[in-house]
T-cell receptor
Framework: DTAVSQTPKYLVTQMGNDKSIKCEQN?????MYWYKQDSKKFLKIMFS???????INETVPNRFSPKSPDKAHLNLHINSLELGDSAVYFC??????????????FGPGTRLTVT | RKEVEQDPGPFNVPEGATVAFNCTYS??????FFWYRQDCRKEPKLLMS???SGNEDGRFTAQLNRASQYISLLIRDSKLSDSATYLC??????????????FGQGTTLQVKP
């Protein structure tokens, strides 16, 4: 009965590779997000999708491409991985697109290490 | 200047102590405020919302001062299980109905027996 799930939990890969992280929520929420938490623990929003449409796109390199096949899924594809991409990536969801101030439910995170 | 600033700590306190965390934000148009808790190597979870009138949830009290752009969290009678990082979160309305969450760096609390 996991609310927000992410796969994989750990990802170790080499520079230059392309990788994807998957996220699914079974809460029936309209809005989903990707966050990056760096080594200094700052959690920064990357993208937000509402009902499969992109609504927030922060200053993120275009090597990062989110894809939302349906309301319950938001995947993150990263091309040409760089050392600086090493971080923990959290997926989150929240209910009701017109009320973005509701509680956000986070997935367990994907720890990405680029070597 | 960071949009949301917190003292990263760590705050080391004995069980039973009262501890207070502060957070300042730079955007006066910010509309909603929260405290999240993050345990080591885990995801953040909502602890409580913060209202201008102040709100209390058991041993936890949150306060917002809009004039000074300042948020606080008070924990009374600290328990070992309170050890975690406490993240101050500020939401600023974006275009349309979008809201942008901005997280502080977090304040680490260690409660010792």
């Amino acid at each position: 009965d996991t609310a927000v799930s992410q796969t994989p939990k750990y990802l170790v890969t080499q520079m230059g590779n392309d990788k994807s992280i998957k996220c699914e929520q079974n809460l029936g929420h309209d809005t989903m997000y990707w966050y990056k938490q760096d080594s200094k623990k700052f959690l920064k929003i990357m993208f937000s999708y509402n009902n499969k449409e992109l609504i927030i796109n922060e200053t993120v390199p275009n090597r990062f491409s989110p894809k939302s096949p349906d309301k319950a899924h938001l995947n993150l594809h990263i091309n040409s991985l760089e050392l600086g991409d090493s971080a923990v990536y959290f997926c989150a969801s929240s209910p009701l697109s017109d009320r973005p101030f509701y509680e956000q439910y986070f997935g367990p995170g994907t720890r990405l290490t680029v070597t | 200047r960071k949009e949301v600033e917190q003292d990263p700590g760590p705050f080391n306190v004995p069980e039973g102590a009262t501890v207070a965390f502060n957070c300042t934000y730079s955007n006066s148009a910010s509309q909603s405020f929260f405290w999240y808790r993050q345990d080591c190597r885990k995801e953040p979870k909502l602890l409580m919302s913060v209202y201008s009138s102040g709100n209390e949830d058991g041993r936890f009290t949150a306060q917002l001062n809009r004039a000074s752009q300042y948020i606080s969290l008070l924990i009374r009678d600290s328990k070992l299980s309170d050890s975690a990082t406490y993240l101050c979160v500020v939401i600023t309305r974006g275009s349309g109905n979008t809201g942008k969450l901005i997280f502080g760096q977090g304040t680490t609390l260690q409660v010792k027996p």
